[in-house]
């Protein structure tokens, strides 16, 4: 069986639109947070997702240590946030940049997301450079917000309907 090249899986995957959230952190360890676009369903019963996040990512020791995680479903007014998130800036300027609460956890929960997965990190999977969180979903809030921000072709995107009139959802 013949290799595939990193780059080639990589152009491929630029093909494969994704939600874009925010995935956050709190507790012994400190407060840390990572844009993420590997999230999807495992289960409803019992709610469960995952996350992968890179073991280089400067929220990872946080992320396995505290052992909770949020996960912030973005929308399109989110894409400043979700760069910030994305880049080299330090924790305190990250969260300085919204209004955030917490659900169950304790994880900070983003105030305007379209929606929000609080969960408890149930099982963790090494995979080359990455580790898969098995993540248990204790607490859900959604807001009234109907479009998401994805990410797909190397660039940033909105589906769903952006609409300002709708409760729970600033611009």
């Known amino acids: ?3 595939v090249a990193p780059q080639d899986y990589r152009d491929a995957m630029a093909r494969l639109g ?6 956050t ?19 409803d019963d019992p709610p469960t997702l995952l996350v992968c996040i890179n073991r280089g990512s400067s929220a990872y020791a946080g992320v396995t240590r505290n052992k909770v995680v949020c996960v912030n479903v973005l929308s399109a007014r989110h894409e400043p946030l979700s760069r910030l ?3 080299k800036v330090p924790a305190e300027e990250r969260f300085a940049a919204a209004a955030w609460s917490t659900l169950e ?11 929000a997965f609080d969960c408890r ?3 963790i999977v090494n995979v080359g450079t990455h580790d898969v969180l098995f993540c248990r979903v204790v607490a859900v809030q959604k807001s009234g917000c109907t479009d998401n921000l994805i990410y ?4 940033y995107h ?3 309907v952006t609409d300002p009139a709708e409760p729970g959802c600033s611009f």
């Open 105 to 115: 956890t304790g994880a900070p929960v983003l105030a305007d997301c379209a929606a």
């Open 1 to 3: 069986m013949q290799d």
């Open 25 to 43: 952190t709190d507790g012994g360890a400190g407060r840390a947070g990572f844009t993420a676009s590997a999230i999807c369903s495992v289960t």
């Open 85 to 87: 998130f994305g880049g």
């Open 152 to 155: 797909f072709g190397r660039a």
């Open 121 to 123: 990190i149930a099982d």
């Open 158 to 160: 909105t589906v769903g």
């Open 18 to 23: 994704a939600a874009v959230s925010i995935v």
